[in-house]
């Protein structure tokens, strides 16, 4: 066998939470955990999967990595004949912590590098919102920071936010999985005309408290009636454990995403409130981890290197 060598792709996307309570399906924010995907060109036709032993994806092309990897091999027409795709995950599944988002991103910058680099940032984004739905995980996921989404005529749009590096986000995320389509389908149709105002005046004033660092607005401005009291069905003990966490010192508390996973915002003793975040869960039958987290300011990150392979 005469040793070739065959261009490897790394990519790493952060998670990301979306909402930040008062900010249904406009509000992104970057986290410092990360999934990595590497991608290498093999002259063996197919697309498989390497995973850790513990996680649950499909290993062929059914692999949501795969499925936005040959969405732009399909469209600017070129397709490797073979891929080898092996995933480090540092984001759990169904947490509502963008995983489904960083897979999307993975796929399509790394395809993107592999077919010559013809699409530029804004294009790869809005593949991405085409993929995934929806906007706001996506955005920042690709982008890194916070993120405003919104539509013009149809096309995504969005705005970048200042997010204060003195705040420390903790995650508290439960050991169970809930799925965006199961906490959508929750929703109502139609809204209270007082529960729009309600939120477009949170929304708002989240922009202004995190602008002007005022953090005592924080606990009204993440505030919500469009989706957490619906969803609270779905998370065996969320609104107890959103008061501990405000009693323990959070500045905010919100469900992160869909859920199942808390987001509390902190500017001092951050571990008092994870501690109170899953003491209160587990009072409700619930055990989760916890993590303490920053936000990340860079979004996706791609690197090229050479990989030995065999003809």
Not at 280 to 304: N, Y
Request: hydrophobic share 45%.
């Amino acid at each position: 066998m005469t040793p070739t060598i065959a261009p490897q792709v790394h990519v790493s996307v952060p998670a990301t939470t979306a909402n930040l309570g008062s900010g249904f399906d406009i509000f992104g924010l970057a986290l410092q955990l990360y999934n990595v995907f590497t991608f290498t060109s093999t002259p063996t036709p197919g697309w498989r999967v390497s995973l850790p032993a513990h996680v649950r994806l499909p290993t062929d092309e059914r692999n949501l990595v795969f499925r936005a990897a040959r969405a732009l091999c399909l469209r600017v027409g070129t397709l490797p004949p073979g891929l080898h795709l092996t995933i480090e995950t540092g984001i759990p599944q169904a947490r509502g912590l963008g995983s489904s988002s960083s897979a999307i991103v993975g796929g399509l910058l790394a395809a993107n590098v592999l077919t010559g680099s013809t699409l530029d940032r804004e294009a790869l984004l809005a593949m991405a919102v085409a993929i995934e739905g929806h906007p706001d995980n996506v955005t920042p996921a690709l982008l890194g920071g916070m993120t405003l989404s919104y539509s013009v005529d149809n096309a995504h749009r969005y705005v970048t936010l200042p997010f204060p590096a003195d705040l420390t986000l903790v995650v508290a995320i439960p050991d169970f999985e809930l799925s965006t389509a199961q906490a959508r389908a929750v929703l109502p149709g139609q809204v209270k005309r007082a529960d729009a105002i309600f939120n477009c005046s949170r929304t708002a004033l989240l922009v202004q408290a995190l602008h002007q660092r005022d953090y005592a607005l924080l606990a009204t401005a993440m505030d919500d009636r469009l989706h957490q009291p619906y969803r609270a069905t779905l998370v065996p003990g969320m609104t107890a454990a959103i008061a501990a966490g405000y009693a323990a010192g959070a500045r905010g508390v919100a469900l992160s995403g869909a859920g199942p996973t808390l987001l509390a915002l902190a500017d001092t003793a951050p571990e008092a409130v994870a501690q109170a975040l899953q003491a209160s869960f587990a009072q409700h039958g619930v055990t989760c981890t916890t993590r303490l987290l920053q936000a990340d300011t860079v979004g996706a990150t791609v690197s090229v290197s050479p990989q030995a392979a065999e003809e």
